[in-house]
């Protein structure tokens, strides 16, 4: 592997074609600028959620790498209490399990699990319900 974000690519390919209820699948660069795209929904954004180095031995390391799949959705029903904009995400969410749990973006990583994941969030009339996933790579030296 020459590329640590290798995997992102991979991921929106696999959501697109997995999850056809998305009108829209993209990468994002962090939560805080998702609610300013998010005119079309329900959508999914994907971003890179940092590295946790792993095991070290002699010329290698290993690398937890973490990503987040942040759906967002727009429903007005019960605003209040957010009842709408979890029945609309929570199918998602559970799609978006099913795709990526045990699944590997390339021969390099390890099987997606699912991490710790932050809470929602809720942004100019936007929810966004995030997913943590993790997977190991191994870093060589050359």
């Given at each position: 592997?020459d590329?640590?974000?290798?995997?992102e690519?991979?991921?929106l390919?696999?959501l697109?074609l997995r999850i056809?209820?998305?009108?829209?699948?993209?990468?994002?660069?962090?939560?805080?600028?998702?609610?300013?795209f998010?005119?079309t929904?329900?959508?999914?954004?994907?971003?890179?959620?940092?590295?946790k180095?792993?095991?070290?031995a002699?010329h290698e390391q290993?690398?937890?790498?973490r990503?987040?799949?942040?759906?967002?959705v727009?429903n007005?029903?019960?605003?209040?209490?957010?009842?709408?904009e979890?029945?609309?995400?929570?199918?998602?969410l559970?799609?978006?399990?099913?795709?990526?749990?045990?699944w590997r973006?390339?021969?390099?990583?390890?099987?997606?699990r699912?991490?710790?994941t932050?809470?929602a969030l809720?942004?100019?009339g936007?929810?966004?319900f995030?997913?943590r996933?993790a997977t190991?790579?191994?870093v060589?030296a050359?």
């Amino acid at each position: 592997m020459d590329d640590l974000f290798a995997a992102e690519h991979p991921i929106l390919e696999r959501l697109r074609l997995r999850i056809p209820a998305f009108r829209q699948v993209c990468a994002a660069r962090s939560l805080e600028e998702i609610p300013a795209f998010t005119g079309t929904t329900p959508a999914l954004y994907v971003l890179f959620d940092g590295h946790k180095p792993l095991v070290h031995a002699g010329h290698e390391q290993a690398l937890e790498q973490r990503w987040l799949m942040v759906v967002a959705v727009r429903n007005g029903r019960e605003a209040d209490r957010g009842e709408g904009e979890r029945r609309e995400a929570g199918p998602l969410l559970w799609q978006v399990c099913q795709a990526l749990v045990g699944w590997r973006p390339g021969p390099d990583h390890g099987p997606f699990r699912v991490s710790t994941t932050p809470g929602a969030l809720v942004a100019e009339g936007v929810a966004l319900f995030p997913l943590r996933f993790a997977t190991r790579v191994v870093v060589s030296a050359s």
